[in-house]
C-alpha cells in the first residue's frame, strides 16, 4: 500500500494530557502537510515541511504544538497540556511538488477526544 | 490573501437528479482549484482539480466543474445522482499549487 497512513485512528485523552500523533506519507513525496478538522468544517491548515524543513506555520499552531519531520519521512504531531477545544480530526496529507500538477493525498486521519 | 465559499451546508437530491454544489472564491492570484470528497470515517479524495487551460474539468464518479473567471465559481456538477455520491464535498483553493485554503464543506443526501 502506497497511501498516506496516520497512527492512531482515534486517541480519547483527559485534558492537560499530551498526546503525539504519527503521519507516513507517500515514500516519495517529499513535502508534508498538517490540517485540522472540527465538526461542520473544512479542513483548516496547521503546517507544512518540505522534507525535514517545517517552512511554514498557521497562526492557529500554538505554543502547545509541535511538529517534527526529523528524517524528512514520517512526521509526529503533539499537543501538549491538551484542552477540550483542542478535540477534531487531525488530517495528513502529502506531496510531490516536482510533479506535473501537484496534488496532495490525504490519511484518514486521526479523531482526538479530549474529556 | 484567498478565501472559498461554499453555499449551502446541506443538499438533499433525489437519485438520478442533477447534484449541483456552489463554490466561490476569492484569490489574489489566478488560482488552482480542487473538489474534494469525504465519506464518513475517511480522510479526503480528489474528485478533480483545475489548473489552466480548458475550464471545463471532469472528474471521477461522473463529476465535473467549470471554472467561470468571471463569477469567482467552480461550481460542481453531476447529471444523475447515485446513492453511493451521499457524502461531504470540499472546494478547495492554492495558489499555484501545495497548501491549500478549504471551504466549510456541503453535506449530501441522496434519497431514493
Redesign the interface.
Known amino acids: 500500500d502506497t497511501g498516506v497512513s496516520q497512527d492512531p485512528r482515534h486517541k480519547i485523552t483527559k485534558r492537560g494530557q499530551n498526546v503525539t500523533f504519527r503521519c507516513d506519507p507517500i515514500s516519495e513525496h517529499n513535502r508534508l502537510y498538517w490540517y485540522r478538522q472540527t465538526l461542520g468544517q473544512g479542513p483548516e491548515f496547521l503546517t507544512y515541511f518540505q522534507n525535514e524543513a517545517q517552512l511554514e506555520k498557521s497562526r492557529l499552531l500554538s505554543d502547545r504544538f509541535s511538529a517534527e519531520r526529523p528524517k524528512g519521512s514520517f512526521s509526529t504531531l503533539e499537543i501538549q497540556r491538551t484542552e477540550q477545544g483542542d478535540s477534531a480530526m487531525y488530517l495528513c496529507a502529502s506531496s510531490d511538488p516536482g510533479a506535473t500538477n501537484e496534488k496532495l493525498f490525504f490519511g484518514s486521519g486521526t479523531q482526538l477526544s479530549v474529556l | 490573501a484567498q478565501s ?1 465559499t461554499q453555499l449551502g ?1 446541506h443538499v438533499s437530491v433525489s437519485e438520478g437528479a442533477l447534484v449541483l454544489l456552489r463554490c466561490n472564491y476569492s484569490s489574489s492570484v489566478p488560482p488552482y482549484l ?1 473538489w ?1 470528497v469525504q465519506y464518513p ?6 474528485l478533480l ?1 483545475y ?1 489552466t487551460g480548458a475550464t471545463l474539468v471532469k472528474g471521477i464518479n461522473g463529476f465535473e466543474a467549470e471554472f467561470k473567471k468571471s463569477e469567482t465559481s467552480f461550481h460542481l456538477t453531476k447529471p444523475s445522482a447515485h446513492m453511493s455520491d451521499a457524502a461531504e464535498y ?1 472546494c ?1 483553493v492554492s495558489p499555484r ?9 456541503t453535506q449530501v443526501v441522496v434519497t431514493p
Not at chain 2, 499549487?97 to 464543506?105: E, N, S, T
Request: no cysteine.
Open positions: 472559498v451546508s480542487f474534494y470515517n475517511q480522510g479526503l479524495q480528489l482539480k489548473t470540499f478547495a499549487g501545495g497548501k491549500l485554503q478549504f471551504g466549510a464543506g
